[in-house]
């Protein structure tokens, strides 16, 4: 079992960047694919990109495809969202998930939230005009 804790949400103006950070304990992030889901005020939960167990295969949402990157580091046991030109619809608790593979040389992302079984508590983005 793997326990997720996110990190690196705050308040900033339009424009600017965050990195944000999943760290996995309990369990070596290798085998699990990742993912990063958002959910804003009075809106439905949104995936937002996904990461394979090894070989950093990823994908991310079109809606954001040009601003966002996620990245793993596998051995800090860290996935990473690096957010950059920020505007105020990316306001969002932003929560990563992470999902056991038999087959981590695959390369496998997944984009459901059905398909995720560990979750961390969130970390708030707030992007002021």
């Known amino acids: 079992q793997v326990r997720l804790v996110e990190s690196g949400g705050e308040s900033v103006q339009a424009g600017d960047s965050l990195r944000l950070s999943c760290a996995a304990s309990?369990?070596?992030?290798?085998?699990?694919?990742m993912g990063w889901f958002r959910r804003a005020p009075g809106k439905d939960e949104e995936f937002v990109a996904a990461i394979s167990a090894i070989n950093s295969l990823a994908y991310v949402t079109a809606s954001v495809r040009d601003r966002f990157t996620i990245t793993k580091d596998n051995a800090a046991n860290t996935m990473y969202l690096q957010m950059n030109g920020l505007t105020p619809e990316d306001t969002a608790v932003y929560s990563c998930a992470a999902r056991p593979v038999r087959s981590p040389y695959r390369g496998s992302t997944y984009v459901r939230r059905v398909d995720y079984n560990y979750w961390g508590q969130g970390t708030q983005v707030t992007v002021s005009s």
């Open positions: 309990g369990s070596t992030s290798s085998n699990y694919a």
